[in-house]
């Protein structure tokens, strides 16, 4: 059964066409005029662009005593719905330590389970003998090339600098590519300390005790580790200029270090912490937390300019008797915002409908940049012969109002409740099935996901270094008779 996707303009991160695509089996067959298949599926007027990779999703993550409560079905459907068709899920170590283990958990949790496909970075929250050797295993036989460091959450999730200078450079000796949660924890710990003594428990301590300065020294902190180790660096969730900043300058020098804003940050704005309303006020607390306008219009312009290459989400969904868990102290509220599904609608809108991004550029930061860092391009990420069919026939013209009622995630509020959106998927192919139609009923298709192993990448060891001469150290040979006796 051959499908063709008819009378539409494709758009990829380099540029615009017109021509249909035949699609066969799971794969583009040809791109091209005029041609023919057993199913027509219909996109005059729309856009075909190569379906959306959420690199940033914690699915049934446990987390600050709780655990997020969008599974690996409903979250993969919201995302079809939304027009993604990849996510990159955060696997976290149990009690155990063991990375392996890890996997095998979250293999459980999501086997049958999904409706796209999907993968996982490899989370380091410790350091041993036994997760240097584990690392090799993650890499080169279950196909996980990202390992995430978290900077925060103290007595927790947090990694120290000897461990992730370590961390850093097994990656840098596997190929594989680093990446950071850049927030400084110990001082994020006592600034919630003395928040709470002060007597401001609620949402509005979450953004007070993690401004912009502890985010930057993090990113500042974390490039110098990856430049002394030899790596890359790809630092999730940036949120703020400070941290914008340091990967500029990186940049300039010429590291690879990667940014990834999340379409919350981009969107929605410091204020929400200060609305009334508790409930609605602690819905939006995550970390980084939002920010001012100012920082917002300079992630902006990053995604433009190129110095921020991937927009994400961070979806880890909290319900709001979840949230409550904070009511007496903001620091307890679980950390956490969705958006797997407004992701593309939203970025559309507020970055293509206002002209602050072109059409190619929504692409190559929705899913082209991610699937060329994570190593899985051109099978995904773009619209190539012989790459996998996963295709949004994207309609500009099919507004809605995001609400909780029409959306497809377990959620029951949504950070952009009432929000106008000018476009929406038509349809979304995953790998050549249609798994959203809008407007058709589509029910999610639990099982028919895959896990995509991701191969280690040469170029992630190539990062060019101002240390290496550290690595190449001179002795001075000196004669005997010149050194002071008794020192
Ligand atoms: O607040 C957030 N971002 N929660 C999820 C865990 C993380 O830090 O990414
Ligand atoms: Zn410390
Ligand atoms: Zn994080
Ligand atoms: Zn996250």
Request: one cysteine or more.
């Given at each position: 059964m051959s499908k063709v996707i008819k009378g539409g303009t494709i758009v990829t991160a380099d540029r615009q066409w017109t021509a249909d695509v035949l699609i066969e089996g799971e794969k583009i067959a040809e791109i091209g005029e005029n041609l023919r298949g057993d199913e027509v599926i219909d996109a005059e007027g729309a856009y075909v662009i190569p379906g959306g990779?959420?690199?940033?999703?914690?699915?049934?993550?446990?987390?600050?005593?709780?655990?997020?409560?969008?599974?690996?079905?409903?979250g993969t459907f919201a995302a079809?719905?939304?027009?993604?068709?990849?996510?990159?899920?955060?696997?976290?170590?149990?009690?155990?330590?063991?990375l392996l283990n890890a996997i095998d958990a979250w293999d459980r949790k999501s086997k049958d389970q999904i409706c796209v496909d999907i993968s996982y970075h490899m989370a380091i929250t410790g350091w041993s003998e036994k997760i240097f050797e584990e690392m090799a295993s993650v890499v080169n036989e279950r196909g996980i090339n990202t390992f995430k460091h978290f900077m925060a959450y103290k007595g927790a999730l947090m990694i120290e600098d000897d461990e992730m200078f370590a961390s850093f450079k097994r990656c840098a000796e596997l190929g594989a590519l680093p990446l950071v949660h850049a927030e400084n924890g110990d001082i994020v710990a006592e600034l919630q300390q003395k928040y709470m003594e002060m007597g401001i428990t609620g949402p509005e301590g979450h953004a007070y005790s993690r401004p912009p300065e502890v985010e930057g020294e993090a990113a500042n902190r974390a490039i110098m580790i990856a430049d002394a180790a030899g790596t890359p660096l790809y630092i999730v969730h940036v949120s703020c200029e400070q941290a914008h900043e340091a990967i500029r300058r990186a940049r300039q020098k010429g590291m690879r270090v990667f940014g990834e804003p999340l379409i919350q940050h981009l969107t929605l704005d410091e204020s929400e912490y200060f609305n009334k309303d508790w409930q609605y006020a602690a819905r939006r607390v995550m970390s980084p937390p939002f920010r001012s306008k100012e920082h917002q219009d300079g992630l902006w312009a990053g995604l433009a300019a190129g110095s921020l290459q991937v927009v994400a989400t961070d979806h880890a969904a909290f319900t709001d008797e979840q949230k409550r868990m904070g009511v007496d102290n903001f620091g307890m509220i679980p950390n956490g915002t969705g958006g797997l599904e407004e992701r593309m609608a939203m970025l559309w809108t507020q970055g293509v409908e206002t002209g602050r991004l072109t059409p190619e550029e929504f692409v190559a930061v929705t899913s082209s940049n991610i699937a060329k860092i994570l190593n899985i391009y051109p099978m995904k990420g773009g619209i190539n012969v012989g790459g996998d069919a996963d295709i949004v026939v994207w309609d500009p013209k099919l507004g809605r109002t995001i609400s909780t009622a029409t959306a497809k995630s377990i959620l029951d509020y949504n950070v952009f409740e009432g929000m106008e959106v000018s476009a929406s998927p038509r349809y979304t192919l995953s790998r050549g099935d249609v798994v959203w139609a809008a407007g058709q009923n589509s029910q999610p298709q639990p099982g028919r996901g895959r896990f995509v192993k991701r191969p280690p990448a040469a170029s992630a060891s190539k990062a060019l270094s101002k240390w290496k001469s550290l690595n190449t150290p001179r002795k001075i040979e000196r004669d005997p008779m010149n050194i002071p006796a008794g020192v």
């Amino acid at each position: 059964m051959s499908k063709v996707i008819k009378g539409g303009t494709i758009v990829t991160a380099d540029r615009q066409w017109t021509a249909d695509v035949l699609i066969e089996g799971e794969k583009i067959a040809e791109i091209g005029e005029n041609l023919r298949g057993d199913e027509v599926i219909d996109a005059e007027g729309a856009y075909v662009i190569p379906g959306g990779i959420d690199p940033h999703t914690h699915l049934e993550m446990p987390f600050m005593g709780t655990t997020a409560a969008e599974t690996f079905e409903t979250g993969t459907f919201a995302a079809a719905a939304g027009g993604t068709t990849m996510l990159v899920d955060f696997c976290l170590p149990g009690e155990d330590g063991s990375l392996l283990n890890a996997i095998d958990a979250w293999d459980r949790k999501s086997k049958d389970q999904i409706c796209v496909d999907i993968s996982y970075h490899m989370a380091i929250t410790g350091w041993s003998e036994k997760i240097f050797e584990e690392m090799a295993s993650v890499v080169n036989e279950r196909g996980i090339n990202t390992f995430k460091h978290f900077m925060a959450y103290k007595g927790a999730l947090m990694i120290e600098d000897d461990e992730m200078f370590a961390s850093f450079k097994r990656c840098a000796e596997l190929g594989a590519l680093p990446l950071v949660h850049a927030e400084n924890g110990d001082i994020v710990a006592e600034l919630q300390q003395k928040y709470m003594e002060m007597g401001i428990t609620g949402p509005e301590g979450h953004a007070y005790s993690r401004p912009p300065e502890v985010e930057g020294e993090a990113a500042n902190r974390a490039i110098m580790i990856a430049d002394a180790a030899g790596t890359p660096l790809y630092i999730v969730h940036v949120s703020c200029e400070q941290a914008h900043e340091a990967i500029r300058r990186a940049r300039q020098k010429g590291m690879r270090v990667f940014g990834e804003p999340l379409i919350q940050h981009l969107t929605l704005d410091e204020s929400e912490y200060f609305n009334k309303d508790w409930q609605y006020a602690a819905r939006r607390v995550m970390s980084p937390p939002f920010r001012s306008k100012e920082h917002q219009d300079g992630l902006w312009a990053g995604l433009a300019a190129g110095s921020l290459q991937v927009v994400a989400t961070d979806h880890a969904a909290f319900t709001d008797e979840q949230k409550r868990m904070g009511v007496d102290n903001f620091g307890m509220i679980p950390n956490g915002t969705g958006g797997l599904e407004e992701r593309m609608a939203m970025l559309w809108t507020q970055g293509v409908e206002t002209g602050r991004l072109t059409p190619e550029e929504f692409v190559a930061v929705t899913s082209s940049n991610i699937a060329k860092i994570l190593n899985i391009y051109p099978m995904k990420g773009g619209i190539n012969v012989g790459g996998d069919a996963d295709i949004v026939v994207w309609d500009p013209k099919l507004g809605r109002t995001i609400s909780t009622a029409t959306a497809k995630s377990i959620l029951d509020y949504n950070v952009f409740e009432g929000m106008e959106v000018s476009a929406s998927p038509r349809y979304t192919l995953s790998r050549g099935d249609v798994v959203w139609a809008a407007g058709q009923n589509s029910q999610p298709q639990p099982g028919r996901g895959r896990f995509v192993k991701r191969p280690p990448a040469a170029s992630a060891s190539k990062a060019l270094s101002k240390w290496k001469s550290l690595n190449t150290p001179r002795k001075i040979e000196r004669d005997p008779m010149n050194i002071p006796a008794g020192v």
